[in-house]
């Protein structure tokens, strides 16, 4: 029977023999067994999925928040649309430009915009996600830039990240998909002005540097353990199995 065949040839055995003759209610039970493996990875490969897509929210009850408009906060920048891969193969150079996706570059020029440690968030595409980027580089038209106000110091990037991201993506706009999702967004710096960031606050009401830095550990805490469920759970199914 091909049912049980496909999965009797992963074993490398087309039949088991009993007495002599072929045993067909054993590789029915094997085939049987197969099955669910199969159905139980495939049940864990959306458990993972679903993980992935978790965000992560400690609980800050315990600290005093105030909520300040992002305004306030950053100036929120709009990288430039000029910057192209043809761009930079005519302005070659060893800095690297940085476009929609958090994955890597898009080319490198001869020049930069930006000096040191800022937040960066995609315009374009999976807008909203937020990359925090440090050293000498540009952005284009699909990113934009968040830098402190009158250079401000009392900002946490970490604690900032894990508060505004869910946020952006929130206000993202776009296209959705047959499942209500979202195919491709758009979240630019003129649809930012409304936002209200919460800021752990000290005794006086100013705004806590320190603590911000003890919330954001406990976000990074808590990721840290979800990125090794994800991987223990990949390592599971990419196990081969026998029965």
């Known amino acids: 029977e091909i049912f049980i065949f496909k999965y009797l040839s992963d074993l490398g055995v087309l039949k088991g023999m009993y007495n002599g003759e072929p045993w067909l209610e054993k590789q029915k039970e094997i085939?049987?067994?197969y099955v669910t493996l199969e159905q139980t990875k495939e049940t864990v490969v959306e458990q993972i999925a679903n993980l992935s897509q978790v965000s992560i929210?400690?609980?800050?009850?315990?600290?005093?928040?105030e909520y300040l408009p992002l305004s306030e906060?950053?100036?929120?920048?709009?990288?430039?649309?000029?910057?192209?891969?043809?761009?930079?193969?005519?302005?070659s150079g060893p800095y690297p430009v940085y476009s929609a996706s958090s994955q890597g570059t898009l080319t490198h020029l001869d020049t930069y915009d930006y000096d040191g440690r800022y937040m960066t968030w995609s315009t374009n595409g999976f807008a909203g996600t937020i990359l925090i980027l440090d050293g000498k580089f540009s952005i284009n038209g699909d990113r934009g830039i968040l830098v402190p106000k009158n250079g401000r110091q009392d900002l946490d990037f970490d604690y900032m990240k894990f508060t505004l991201e869910p946020i952006f993506r929130e206000l993202a706009k776009g296209r959705k998909g047959d499942n209500g999702e979202d195919e491709f967004t758009k979240l630019y710096p003129s649809m930012l002005s409304d936002i209200m960031v919460p800021i752990p606050v000290d005794g006086k009401g100013n705004i806590s540097l320190s603590l911000q830095k003890e919330i954001a550990q406990k976000f990074i805490s808590v990721q840290n353990s979800q990125k090794e469920i994800i991987e223990k759970l990949d390592v599971l199914i990419s196990k081969k199995i026998c029965i």
């Open 57 to 65: 929210v400690p609980n800050c009850d315990e600290y005093a928040i």
């Open 31 to 33: 085939a049987v067994g």
């Open 73 to 91: 906060l950053f100036d929120t920048i709009k990288g430039k649309s000029k910057y192209t891969k043809k761009y930079g193969n005519l302005h």
